[in-house]
């Protein structure tokens, strides 16, 4: 796909930032507002959407840099499992809390009932929040990028490496 | 306590790390990849083997996830669980141990199975141990909604696998087919499971089974949770995308595919004696697994006697051996509320029933990795373009032959232990049924000495003049399946005492499924 | 024996996704159809979990003296949507590689496997 | 003929899924809800979240969660792996 | 007891299986095994084909399509009635399935 035109360029390159900043704000308050790791990542694929939509394959791929997607994923990925392992490693249990209510990152205790919300609350939700909203991220853009360059690839005939079809009988 | 207070969660999670890491591994070197890969399902079998000596000596393993202490289910002063939690009894120990040695021959195998230059080889190695990881998943699990989840990812990382070799457009088409009919059944089982919520409030199969009234909410669940897991363990007649899938994936991938099947069947017999067991009519459930079987030998089989494509003709007989499996487990459940009928021949049934599942597991992966490696040589699955094979691939010649002496139930193989006790104990229940499945059985020994004679004997003829033995990976894998059929049919008691007939008293035993999580106090 | 609208919609969706794959022979609409059915089933976990008068159940700035609804349903409902995004992403490429091989959408044509 | 029966077949599908919803509880008015009171009164405390729905699908429930990523995960290396370049690593 | 197995009716025990095998094969050797050994040559493996040429070895191996060639006609109508079933069209695929289901919900809600 061509870029677009000069127009649209600008004014999704203003917006993209808003949308990458809106999905980072969700991301970060899952713990407080509605919203999480997944529906965050999942707004900030559709920036990355926006930008391919905008600038073509390419320039969106130079923006983003589609090179470090998969490591980003792999490595929210392992945020996650390695948090959820931490419960086991203390020798209680996997996917055990073990920074909520204790002080320190996250550990603030929150007032029960009806409160207006404390940040520095719930344990390692928020980081595991990071991590599937980091996965989430790379993954749909890693979908996007597969799924555009892949159906350009395919209609070109790059992807196959015998394209001579073999009629069996059957 | 020790480490080992973790393992019931270390057999899934460590794969699961694994092909989280491999996208990182892969840029170290791909001998590191693939290691990594063998090492975390070796583990995980160690692991299965460490849960399966704890359930021997004190019932079935809890692990809840999260809370204070991994075996206290519920919350203090609850009576309800409200915690995701692993529940391994028997049967499903017995289930993850076949699982887990397959899927690891199945890597062994694929490290010269699959070439460097096809490409893609570490999305493979991820999707493999995610594949096995959603297997073990379903086994392990012990909530409903957990394993609808890893039904999900066992399925979806199939689909990519299958697809694997996507210059044929035949692969293609079985893992579009096999991902429609597969997506609506997975669809169908979180519908039931959204009726059992809305019930009982709650998604513990064993707090659900506790609590089971039986009205029509319950039945419609009931019918929707039989079905769509029999369509996923290939019942006929919804079996048509059996023969497509097995027949289309790399053969390493097959081998662990029959495996993934068996998950959802061991979901389905989970469901019918675990979750709805005698409170459901039981006779119902019990003949319509028998119908099922039934129809699944017969047409299983006699397809495959016309077919002419290697993989595709063992995948009909994966159908046919689906069919023994639920033929002595049904016979087990129909008389489950008889406990005379049960001691006298319902469990020996249920035993053999559970018996050839693993049995199933190491013969069937053992013929599609001897197919896989006749197609890494030729390139082709017909058989019409084989012949004389014998002298050139001594080893994948020998491996055959014991596969199919197991599979057709020749004496010291273990296909004809878990068949005989099929057989003997389906007779006392319903002689008509038990003439079917000796039938069946020589049709099966019938078809495999076709291919017998059209791939490996036979003069040599020009396309297979120079071809040699498979390299030393592929031997090893299927010397590993080949040497358990050989063990398992000389020692059919050992598996029957400690592994198979335990976990038929642990299916059968629907109390004690419950009690172990809820507590005795019914 | 009661029937609220809600009910009604959730078995319509089911059965007109049921009815896409089993009467449309284009690749496409079948994909709509499944994806159809899966809203169905996210539909009715979500009202299943409807509380009267009930409010999100979230504790930030939550309006006094309000129940709250079913929380577990909300949560399934999100596995099962990423579960959805990740079936059709898969089905889509499926679609295009199939396009490319056959050179057509209709499944009457792409039967290469049969018998 | 053949088509006559797939209408019926969806018909009846249409008429048990929706009887079997008419033995559900009428809407908006839970039969049970054990569970569900249990999360929104013990979230606070237990996990220090605001938010109960964040705090089963990440604590809860937080398993199920880790198979979602999977999940996700999954689709990614399908897709990628599907539209792979010929001849590449 | 560590290869006795019970079988509802009956038992098993491959080992006094391979045993009696063992048995008998040696006896049937010893009957029948001690013949006098054809000398080799090489005119004996030549094949006797009445004066014909001999045919090219690939057309020599009897494919796998033609065994139990009988079989198969004689079950035609059989196998025609399943060559009807196994379509290959996805919708059928579906079509299948949903039927069982609904025949499965029929036969359970009225049972």
Same mark, same amino acid.
């Given at each position: 796909?061509?870029?677009?035109?000069?127009?649209?360029?600008?004014?999704?390159?203003?917006?993209?930032?808003?949308?990458?900043?809106?999905?980072?704000?969700?991301?970060?308050?899952?713990?407080?507002?509605?919203?999480?790791?997944?529906?965050?990542?999942?707004?900030?694929?559709?920036?990355?959407?926006?930008?391919?939509?905008?600038?073509?394959?390419?320039?969106?791929?130079?923006?983003?840099?589609?090179?470090?997607?998969?490591?980003?994923?792999?490595?929210?990925?392992?945020?996650?499992?390695?948090?959820?392992?931490?419960?086991?490693?203390?020798?209680?249990?996997?996917?055990?809390?073990?920074?909520?209510?204790?002080?320190?990152?996250?550990?603030?205790?929150?007032?029960?009932?009806?409160?207006?919300?404390?940040?520095?609350?719930?344990?390692?939700?928020?980081?595991?929040?990071?991590?599937?909203?980091?996965?989430?991220?790379?993954?749909?853009?890693?979908?996007?990028?597969?799924?555009?360059?892949?159906?350009?690839?395919?209609?070109?005939?790059?992807?196959?490496?015998?394209?001579?079809?073999?009629?069996?009988?059957? | 306590?020790?480490?080992?207070?973790?393992?019931?969660?270390?057999?899934?999670?460590?794969?699961?790390?694994?092909?989280?890491?491999?996208?990182?591994?892969?840029?170290?070197?791909?001998?590191?990849?693939?290691?990594?890969?063998?090492?975390?399902?070796?583990?995980?079998?160690?692991?299965?083997?460490?849960?399966?000596?704890?359930?021997?000596?004190?019932?079935?393993?809890?692990?809840?996830?999260?809370?204070?202490?991994?075996?206290?289910?519920?919350?203090?002063?609850?009576?309800?669980?409200?915690?995701?939690?692993?529940? *391994?009894?028997?049967?499903? !120990? =017995?289930?993850? %141990?076949?699982? +887990?040695? &397959?899927?690891?021959? $199945?890597?062994?195998?694929?490290?010269?199975?699959?070439?460097?230059?096809?490409?893609?080889?570490?999305?493979?190695?991820?999707?493999?141990?995610?594949?096995?990881?959603?297997?073990?998943?379903?086994?392990?699990?012990?909530?409903?909604?957990?394993?609808?989840?890893?039904?999900?990812?066992?399925?979806?990382?199939?689909?990519?696998?299958?697809?694997?070799?996507?210059?044929?457009?035949?692969?293609?088409?079985?893992?579009?087919?096999?991902?429609?009919?597969?997506?609506?059944?997975?669809?169908?089982?979180?519908?039931?499971?959204?009726?059992?919520?809305?019930?009982?409030?709650?998604?513990?199969?064993?707090?659900?089974?506790?609590?089971?009234?039986?009205? *029509?909410?319950?039945?419609? !669940? =009931?019918?929707? %949770?039989?079905? +769509?897991? &029999?369509?996923?363990? $290939?019942?006929?007649?919804?079996?048509?995308?059996?023969?497509?899938?097995?027949?289309?994936?790399?053969?390493?991938?097959?081998?662990?595919?029959?495996?993934?099947?068996?998950?959802?069947?061991?979901?389905?017999?989970?469901?019918?004696?675990?979750?709805?067991?005698?409170?459901?009519?039981?006779?119902?459930?019990?003949?319509?697994?028998?119908?099922?079987?039934?129809?699944?030998?017969?047409?299983?089989?006699?397809?495959?006697?016309?077919?002419?494509?290697?993989?595709?003709?063992?995948?009909?007989?994966?159908?046919?051996?689906?069919?023994?499996?639920?033929?002595?487990?049904?016979?087990?459940?129909?008389?489950?509320?008889?406990?005379?009928?049960?001691?006298?021949?319902?469990?020996? !049934?249920?035993?053999?029933?559970?018996?050839?599942?693993?049995?199933?597991?190491?013969?069937?992966?053992?013929?599609?990795?001897?197919?896989?490696?006749?197609?890494?040589?030729?390139?082709?699955?017909?058989?019409?373009?084989?012949?004389?094979?014998?002298?050139?691939?001594?080893?994948?010649?020998?491996?055959?032959?014991?596969?199919?002496?197991?599979?057709?139930?020749?004496?010291?193989?273990?296909?004809?232990?878990?068949?005989?006790?099929?057989?003997?104990?389906?007779?006392?229940?319903?002689?008509?049924?038990?003439?079917?499945?000796?039938?069946?059985?020589?049709?099966?020994?019938?078809?495999?000495?076709?291919?017998?004679?059209?791939?490996?004997?036979?003069?040599?003829?020009?396309?297979?003049?120079?071809?040699?033995?498979?390299?030393?990976?592929?031997?090893?894998?299927?010397?590993?399946?080949?040497?358990?059929?050989?063990?398992?049919?000389?020692?059919?008691?050992?598996?029957?005492?400690?592994?198979?007939?335990?976990?038929?008293?642990?299916?059968?035993?629907?109390?004690?499924?419950?009690?172990?999580?809820?507590?005795?106090?019914? | 024996?009661?029937?609220?609208?809600?009910?009604?919609?959730?078995?319509?969706?089911?059965?007109?996704?049921?009815?896409?794959?089993?009467?449309?022979?284009?690749?496409?609409?079948?994909?709509?159809?499944?994806?159809?059915?899966?809203?169905?089933?996210?539909?009715?976990?979500?009202?299943?979990?409807?509380?009267?008068?009930?409010?999100?159940?979230?504790?930030?700035?939550?309006?006094?003296?309000?129940?709250?609804?079913?929380?577990?349903?909300?949560?399934?409902?999100?596995?099962?949507?990423?579960?959805?995004?990740?079936?059709?992403?898969?089905?889509?490429?499926?679609?295009?590689?199939?396009?490319?091989?056959?050179?057509?959408?209709?499944?009457?044509?792409?039967?290469?496997?049969?018998? | 003929?053949?088509?006559?029966?797939?209408?019926?077949?969806?018909?009846?599908?249409?008429?048990?899924?929706?009887?079997?919803?008419?033995?559900?509880?009428?809407?908006?008015?839970?039969?049970?809800?054990?569970?569900?009171?249990?999360?929104?009164?013990?979230?606070?405390?237990?996990?220090?979240?605001?938010?109960?729905?964040?705090?089963?699908?990440?604590?809860?429930?937080?398993?199920?969660?880790?198979?979602?990523?999977?999940?996700?995960?999954?689709?990614?290396?399908?897709?990628?792996?599907?539209?792979?370049?010929?001849?590449?690593? | 007891?560590?290869?006795?197995?019970?079988?509802?009716?009956?038992?098993?025990?491959?080992?006094?299986?391979?045993?009696?095998?063992?048995?008998?094969?040696?006896?049937?050797?010893?009957?029948?095994?001690?013949?006098?050994?054809?000398?080799?040559?090489?005119?004996?493996?030549?094949?006797?084909?009445?004066?014909?040429?001999?045919?090219?070895?690939?057309?020599?191996?009897?494919?796998?399509?033609?065994?139990?060639?009988?079989?198969?006609?004689?079950?035609?109508?059989?196998?025609?009635?399943?060559?009807?079933?196994?379509?290959?069209?996805?919708?059928?695929?579906?079509?299948?399935?949903?039927?069982?289901?609904?025949?499965?919900?029929?036969?359970?809600?009225?049972?």
């Amino acid at each position: 796909m061509k870029p677009m035109s000069k127009i649209v360029r600008t004014v999704a390159a203003s917006i993209g930032w808003f949308v990458f900043v809106f999905g980072i704000y969700v991301i970060v308050h899952g713990h407080l507002t509605p919203g999480g790791g997944f529906q965050g990542g999942a707004v900030m694929a559709t920036g990355v959407a926006l930008l391919i939509v905008a600038y073509g394959g390419w320039g969106a791929e130079r923006c983003v840099g589609k090179e470090r997607l998969p490591v980003f994923e792999s490595a929210g990925l392992l945020t996650f499992i390695i948090l959820a392992f931490g419960g086991a490693c203390l020798g209680i249990t996997f996917f055990f809390n073990f920074l909520a209510n204790k002080g320190g990152l996250f550990g603030d205790k929150l007032p029960l009932g009806i409160n207006p919300g404390i940040f520095n609350s719930a344990g390692v939700i928020p980081l595991m929040n990071m991590g599937v909203g980091m996965e989430v991220l790379a993954g749909i853009s890693l979908i996007l990028f597969a799924m555009f360059y892949g159906t350009k690839r395919v209609r070109e005939g790059r992807c196959l490496v015998d394209n001579e079809e073999k009629e069996e009988d059957v | 306590m020790s480490w080992t207070e973790h393992a019931p969660i270390l057999i899934i999670a460590a794969p699961l790390l694994v092909s989280f890491a491999i996208p990182l591994l892969e840029k170290i070197d791909y001998r590191v990849r693939n290691a990594a890969a063998v090492l975390s399902l070796a583990f995980s079998v160690w692991m299965v083997l460490i849960v399966l000596h704890k359930i021997w000596g004190s019932g079935p393993v809890v692990y809840v996830f999260g809370a204070k202490s991994a075996f206290l289910p519920l919350p203090s002063g609850f009576k309800f669980p409200v915690r995701i939690m692993l529940e *391994i009894d028997n049967m499903s !120990a =017995f289930m993850a %141990l076949s699982g +887990s040695i &397959a899927a690891m021959v $199945g890597v062994i195998y694929s490290w010269a199975f699959v070439r460097e230059e096809e490409g893609g080889l570490g999305k493979y190695y991820s999707l493999f141990l995610l594949m096995a990881v959603g297997m073990l998943g379903m086994e392990l699990t012990g909530d409903a909604f957990n394993f609808f989840v890893f039904l999900e990812i066992a399925s979806i990382a199939s689909f990519g696998l299958i697809a694997y070799r996507r210059e044929d457009p035949a692969s293609i088409e079985a893992s579009f087919k096999y991902m429609i009919v597969s997506t609506i059944g997975a669809i169908f089982v979180l519908v039931a499971i959204g009726f059992l919520y809305g019930r009982y409030d709650a998604l513990n199969m064993a707090y659900i089974a506790k609590h089971m009234r039986i009205g *029509i909410v319950e039945r419609i !669940a =009931f019918v929707l %949770l039989m079905v +769509s897991l &029999a369509m996923k363990a $290939g019942a006929v007649p919804m079996h048509m995308w059996v023969s497509d899938a097995y027949g289309r994936a790399p053969a390493a991938v097959t081998a662990t595919l029959v495996s993934v099947s068996q998950a959802s069947l061991y979901g389905l017999f989970r469901v019918m004696f675990s979750m709805f067991g005698v409170t459901m009519n039981n006779h119902f459930g019990g003949w319509m697994l028998i119908i099922f079987g039934l129809l699944s030998m017969f047409i299983g089989v006699t397809m495959a006697i016309v077919q002419k494509d290697i993989k595709r003709l063992m995948a009909y007989h994966a159908i046919s051996q689906t069919g023994y499996m639920l033929l002595g487990v049904g016979v087990g459940l129909a008389v489950l509320d008889n406990p005379v009928a049960l001691r006298s021949y319902g469990l020996a !049934a249920m035993t053999g029933g559970i018996f050839h599942i693993m049995n199933h597991a190491m013969y069937k992966g053992l013929l599609f990795l001897t197919a896989g490696a006749i197609f890494y040589r030729l390139r082709t699955f017909n058989l019409n373009e084989m012949g004389g094979l014998a002298r050139k691939m001594k080893y994948t010649t020998i491996y055959f032959i014991i596969g199919a002496a197991a599979i057709a139930g020749l004496p010291p193989f273990n296909g004809f232990a878990s068949k005989l006790m099929i057989y003997e104990s389906v007779y006392k229940f319903n002689p008509l049924l038990s003439v079917v499945a000796m039938v069946v059985s020589i049709l099966t020994l019938a078809s495999f000495v076709k291919v017998f004679h059209s791939a490996f004997l036979g003069p040599e003829i020009s396309k297979t003049r120079d071809v040699r033995e498979v390299p030393k990976s592929m031997v090893i894998g299927m010397g590993i399946m080949a040497v358990i059929c050989i063990l398992f049919g000389l020692f059919p008691g050992m598996v029957v005492k400690y592994l198979a007939g335990p976990a038929a008293v642990s299916l059968a035993n629907q109390t004690g499924y419950i009690s172990s999580v809820i507590g005795g106090g019914m | 024996m009661f029937y609220d609208i809600h009910y009604v919609t959730i078995v319509f969706l089911i059965a007109l996704g049921i009815y896409a794959v089993m009467f449309q022979h284009n690749l496409i609409k079948i994909a709509i159809g499944i994806d159809i059915l899966e809203s169905g089933a996210n539909l009715l976990l979500i009202v299943l979990g409807y509380r009267n008068g009930g409010v999100a159940p979230i504790f930030t700035m939550a309006p006094q003296g309000k129940s709250m609804v079913l929380p577990t349903p909300q949560a399934l409902t999100l596995t099962a949507i990423v579960i959805g995004l990740a079936t059709t992403a898969l089905m889509l490429s499926l679609i295009v590689m199939l396009y490319r091989h056959y050179g057509t959408l209709d499944t009457r044509e792409i039967r290469r496997l049969r018998g | 003929m053949k088509l006559g029966v797939k209408i019926a077949i969806v018909l009846l599908l249409f008429s048990f899924l929706l009887m079997g919803l008419g033995f559900m509880h009428k809407y908006g008015v839970p039969l049970k809800s054990d569970m569900d009171d249990y999360f929104i009164n013990h979230a606070q405390k237990e996990t220090a979240t605001n938010n109960v729905v964040t705090s089963i699908v990440f604590d809860y429930r937080g398993f199920d969660t880790l198979g979602e990523a999977s999940v996700l995960f999954t689709a990614v290396l399908g897709v990628v792996m599907i539209f792979r370049e010929a001849g590449k690593k | 007891m560590w290869t006795y197995i019970f079988t509802g009716s009956g038992f098993w025990n491959p080992i006094w299986w391979l045993a009696s095998f063992v048995i008998v094969a040696i006896f049937v050797y010893s009957f029948f095994g001690s013949e006098v050994k054809a000398k080799y040559s090489p005119d004996k493996v030549k094949p006797f084909l009445s004066g014909w040429d001999e045919v090219n070895k690939d057309a020599m191996q009897v494919k796998a399509s033609n065994i139990y060639w009988g079989f198969t006609k004689a079950m035609s109508g059989y196998y025609r009635f399943l060559d009807r079933c196994h379509t290959g069209i996805i919708n059928d695929y579906v079509v299948w399935f949903m039927a069982v289901m609904v025949i499965t919900f029929i036969a359970f809600i009225t049972a």
